[in-house]
């Protein structure tokens, strides 16, 4: 491989959406921000300097960082944030990987404008397990607020509630003309009649799964998450925060006289609040030899996708059932088959206890709160990796995350009225290459929603999946040890369960989370380390030098 070097600036720049301009952090002035691209086995090095008022960190999301845990980037996890006025090399080869990514802010809610894409290519002269696309288009999906998102979760925290939703829903930044004074900023593809597109999606949004759609064209999935699947075709998609998804696009044969919307719209279970909107974009079939183009005004049919309705579960347990691995002899599905440790989490969201003189806005006069196995992750002032790297974790974390719920119940019945939260930076430390199966169940204590898990550090085999309470003794009988799809994020089901295995053969401190940034505001999060093992390549290297201090 080859090495590709970029530099990101950190700055501030003004953006106008829905007839409203402010002040936005980006890299380089940019958003969404530059496209990273690379091929597998390519060593990726970005230097990242940070102009604004804000601490920033960058995660390089789905990228596996094999012993190179210091380039990760989750604040206070792998590293102490880049100061105003500081900056950071994020150096990493991009090991056995290609396909989508995402690269975010990891820190507070920067995430809401500081993205972008990376493509990673296949090594040179190796083709993808299906037919060369005539062109590849990146499809960010993403969540606009017209207030500051920073301020936005700082208050929400303060006083316990739930956060103001977004304003807009974007694709490639754009909300696209169902929203007021939106319709110049409208993503449009011109496709070419009997092509294939290949489309890169990813949904960066904070806080929302959406479902994904273009209008009377059928999308061919083939990859999740940068790891190839069994085709399958499907006129909608449903995308977490924190998932990608390829598709194949079909262009029609000729040049139709219409114009096609591609649009997303939220899943939501329970009854949460969201955008009523609907972001939409648009395919363009652009005549060279005809001067008549689509336009809003113009009185070409105009045909809009028709997604599924917001709390379609039935939709989410088929489309996540349809997906497989290819699991052939050059893309195998290398599923632990064996496994070291069993490891149970409860994953949901509940409320503490509003502090005395205070006025909580939250269920119940409490605080919003969410845990996992009822612990509800605290962050230290410190990085957990540079804690765990010197020897010095005393008064950091404590290496004692429980392996299985500390309230455990019906999960499915009527929840216990005080399930308790305590909060704590508590690791689970697992000894390297422990091959991992943890099964994680829904909670149902507030709402139900569906949880989209993201594991740093590795790809998971989603080997089970289930509604209801999980039950060890006839449900592993059902896992797929076979052609399970293979990813680093997955939903945990509204009122059910999932179960995945991965073998912890990287070592360093991994953070987990809910990927809808609000819950990990509230917690919903916790931290692997995994331990060297005993041979030189299996050992994190020392830090760079650079590393920033807390
Ligand atoms: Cu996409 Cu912890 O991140």
């Known amino acids: 491989g080859i090495t590709r070097h970029y530099k990101f600036d950190i700055q501030m720049a003004n953006a106008t959406r829905l007839c409203h301009t402010k002040s936005i952090v980006t890299v380089n002035g940019q958003f969404p921000g530059p496209k990273i691209v690379a091929r597998e086995g390519d060593r990726v090095v970005v230097k990242v300097v940070n102009h604004v008022e804000h601490n920033v960190t960058l995660h ?34 991009i090991v056995g990987q290609r396909g989508t990514f995402f690269w975010h802010a990891h820190i507070s809610w920067l995430r809401a404008t500081l993205y972008g894409p990376i ?19 990146p499809v960010i999906l993403g969540e606009w607020w017209k207030a500051d998102a920073e301020a936005v979760i700082s208050q929400a925290l303060e006083t316990g509630g739930g956060p103001n939703v977004s304003d807009a829903y974007t694709i490639n930044g754009l909300p696209g003309p169902f929203y007021n004074c939106s319709a110049k900023d409208t993503f449009k593809l011109k496709v070419k009649p009997g092509t294939t597109y290949l489309l890169r999606l990813i949904n960066a949004a904070l806080n929302d799964e959406l479902f994904f759609g273009i209008a009377n064209h059928t999308l061919t999935v083939v ?8 085709p399958f075709e499907s006129d909608a998609l449903l995308i977490s925060p924190g998932q990608t998804t390829d598709v194949l696009l079909r262009a029609k ?11 997303a719209s939220p899943y939501v279970t329970g009854s ?44 989410f347990a088929n489309f996540t059932g ?3 691995s290819l699991a052939t002899a050059r893309f195998p599905a290398n599923v632990p088959q064996a496994v070291d440790r069993r490891v149970f989490f409860t994953v949901g969201l509940g409320s503490s206890p509003c502090p005395e003189n205070q006025m909580c806005q939250g269920p119940n006069g409490t605080k919003f709160s969410a845990t996992v196995n009822n612990v509800s992750f605290a962050l230290p002032t410190t990085a957990l990796l540079q804690a765990h790297f010197l020897g010095q974790s005393r008064g950091v974390y404590m290496p004692d995350f429980p392996v299985t719920p500390l309230m455990p119940f019906n999960y499915t019945g009527t929840p216990p009225n005080n399930t308790l939260v305590g909060n704590g930076t508590k690791l689970m430390v697992l000894p390297f290459n422990t091959s991992v199966e943890l099964v994680m169940q ?3 204590i507030l709402g139900a929603e569906s949880h989209p898990l993201h594991l740093h550090g590795f790809n ?6 289930g509604f209801g309470n999980y039950d060890p003794a006839k449900d592993p009988t059902k896992f797929n040890l076979v052609d399970p799809v293979e990813r680093n994020t997955v939903g945990v089901p509204a009122g059910g369960w999932v179960a995945i295995r991965f073998l912890a053969d990287n070592p360093g401190v991994w953070f987990m989370h809910c990927h809808l940034e609000v819950h990990t505001s509230w917690g919903l999060k916790m931290a692997w380390l995994v331990l060297d093992g005993s041979l030189p390549h299996q050992k994190l290297p020392p830090p760079p030098s650079d590393l920033p201090k807390c």
């Open 60 to 93: 390089w999301h789905g990228i596996r960082q094999l012993r190179s845990g210091w380039a990760d980037g989750p604040a206070y996890v792998t590293q102490c944030p880049i100061q105003t006025g500081h900056s950071y090399v994020y150096n990493f080869t």
């Open 119 to 137: 493509v990673v290519l296949p090594q040179l002269g190796v083709p993808y397990p299906f037919a060369k696309p005539y062109k590849e288009v």
């Open 223 to 230: 990859d999740v998450d940068a790891v190839y699947v069994k």
């Open 253 to 263: 044969p000729d040049y139709p006289n219409a114009m096609f919307f591609m649009s």
């Open 272 to 315: 949460g609040t969201f955008d009523n909107s609907t972001v939409a974009g648009v395919l363009e079939y652009r005549n060279p030899n005809s001067s008549s183009r689509a336009s809003f005004n113009s009185k070409l049919p105009l045909y809009k996708p028709t997604l599924p309705s917001l709390n379609d579960t039935s939709f």
């Open 322 to 324: 349809k997906l497989r």
């Open 442 to 444: 829904d909670t149902s």
């Open 460 to 465: 998971f085999f989603v080997v089970g999946q």
